[in-house]
């Protein structure tokens, strides 16, 4: 059975802390990771992963992914309030199925 | 338009009542996925269109539930008899699939409620 499995499920911290998210997958057929942050309603895309050791940047916000250990990291540094929000992390399969975890509540103190 | 569009934005229904959300896909967009979350809860994948291929049903959650997607774009998703344990907001989301850049692009949500 496929499994996504996101820790830690929520995080407080202070404005200007690093946070570190964590997803580990077990998946068949797969083809890369998609990282999305939702604030509201629908969730907006952050990263998508496809070879393992290649960090994506974007700003404060990194990710990595290790294909070997079926595992990836969002890193956050320097975090603002406005990134509040939940953190979901997605396996995309051959097929084109997308399977999300159940994502990591984060919440920045000011 | 420019992006997944969603109706209605919001539905309030009585338990026993059907149901039938709206999403419209991105034009050429060929997969299309509703998914369901519960509050404060992760998304959960219920149905996946790709192109002219049968869908895959696998996450539907019970036989209530049911989709159709008409002439490769709009898709309607079905609840008939709805349970309280049915509200939820319900997503859907559109890529180029296929083989292609697998970034999915979502709707707004209709948030339904089932009283």
């Known amino acids: 059975e496929d499994k996504v499995v996101q820790s830690p499920l929520s995080l407080v911290v202070h404005e200007g802390d690093t946070v570190t998210l964590n997803c580990s997958y077990e998946?068949?057929?797969?083809?890369?990771l998609l990282w999305y942050k939702q604030e509201k309603k629908a969730p907006t895309f952050l990263f998508m992963l496809?070879?393992?050791?290649i960090e994506k940047k974007s700003g404060r916000l990194s990710s990595i992914l290790d294909k070997k250990e079926l595992f990836s990291i969002l890193n956050i540094t320097a975090t603002q309030t406005g990134d509040s929000a939940v953190y979901l992390c997605a396996p995309y399969q051959r097929d084109d199925k997308i399977i999300f975890g159940k994502g990591t509540r984060l919440h920045i103190l000011p | 338009g420019a992006g997944v569009s969603q109706s209605p934005s919001n539905k309030v229904t009585e338990k026993g009542k059907d149901v039938e959300l709206r999403c419209d896909p991105i034009s050429g967009h060929t997969a299309l996925y509703w998914y369901r979350q519960s509050l404060g809860q992760g998304l959960e994948f219920l149905i996946y269109f790709q192109g002219n291929s049968a869908p895959d049903k696998s996450g539907l959650p019970s036989d209530r539930f049911s989709a159709e997607r008409t002439g490769g774009s709009v898709s309607t998703l079905t609840i008939q008899r709805t349970q309280q344990e049915d509200s939820a907001v319900y997503l859907c989301a559109s890529s180029f699939g296929g083989g292609g850049a697998g970034t999915q692009y979502f709707g707004p949500g209709t948030r339904l409620t089932v009283l």
């Open positions: 998946v068949t057929n797969f083809r890369s």
């Open positions: 496809t070879s393992s050791g």
